[in-house]
């Protein structure tokens, strides 16, 4: 692709624009490049568009990914930068993921007036969208009343601003991004994180060798394992904005780690499964953790 811009294409939040600009400064670095080579095309999602209701009523994970993909099939872009939590376990027909970056750290983050969840008093309002952090709340505080809260970071910060919740979880991993050192992180002993959080991947054509030749540079191996082992487990249980699944696997020393639970919606119960094995084998054990969490649960699990 020597003569012509690679064109990346990114939804148009502030986190997403500075993922999306630190993706092509790499890319600059690893060949030599000059910023004009690498074009920024911005796109509006569904997920973006709708704020007004729950990801739940309107679709799930893959309105934030939705017109990206799109644009990949109409060869509008060559490449879309995601934050893999985002992304769906599934993806379409001849796209995958090619590339992970080196992880960025994947704490949730406690924001607001108080330094961790037992500081909160008891009935304070708590703003989260998410139905794995609400779960894990609820199981941690089920004193704590828990409001919607959509938005992108710098819509909740405001909306903390505002008074309309006391306190907010974030991604320590998109404060970073944007430059903010602000709250505090919740301890994976508490709260495990989103599985993937922390990881922006660059999604594009399965079977398209010059594209996969040029992020090779970019593609930080044991990042890439551990969230394959992660969406491996994820896929299993159907992982969507509908089911409050969390995890961490970490890679060391030529090992892959796997710590995992699922939470009834309300937060009444929490199963927790762990696993380790040779990295080469990080997908396989991410999904046979996951069957084996599926042996121990009902359906009815996810509704409870």
Known sequence: MPNSKLRIGTRGSKLALAQ????RRKLCQAHGWDEDDVAINVFTTTGDAVQDRPLTEIGGKG????????????????????????????????????????REDPHDVLVG???SINDLPSGAVFGTSSIRRAAQLRHLRPDINIVEFRGNVQTR?????DGVAQATFLARAGLN????????????????????????????????EG????????????SHMEILCERAFL????????????????????????????????????????G????????????????????????????G
């Open 211 to 222: 594209v996969r030749e040029l992020l090779a540079p970019l593609n930080d191996v044991p």
């Open 20 to 23: 999306a600009h630190d993706v």
């Open 63 to 102: 309105l934030f990914t939705k017109e990206l993909e799109e644009a990949l099939y109409r060869h509008d872009v060559d490449i879309a930068v995601h934050s893999m939590k985002d992304v769906a376990t599934t993806l379409p027909p001849n796209l995958a993921i090619l590339c992970v970056l080196k």
């Open 113 to 115: 007036s108080y330094a």
């Open 235 to 274: 896929r299993v249980l159907d992982g969507s904005c509908r089911t409050p699944v969390a995890g961490i696997a970490r890679v060391i020393g030529g090992k892959v780690h796997l710590r995992a639970e699922v939470l009834r919606p309300n937060g009444s119960e929490r199963l927790g499964i762990n």
């Open 177 to 208: 991004r944007l430059g903010l050192n602000i709250g505090h992180n919740v301890p994976m002993a508490e709260m495990l994180p989103a599985l993937a959080q922390g990881a922006v991947g660059i999604e594009a054509h399965e079977d398209d």
């Open 276 to 303: 380790m094995t040779d990295v080469g084998e990080a997908e396989a054990l991410g999904k046979r953790l996951g069957e084996q969490v599926l042996e121990r649960i009902g359906p009815e699990f996810m509704v």
């Open 157 to 161: 910060l405001q909306k903390l601003e």
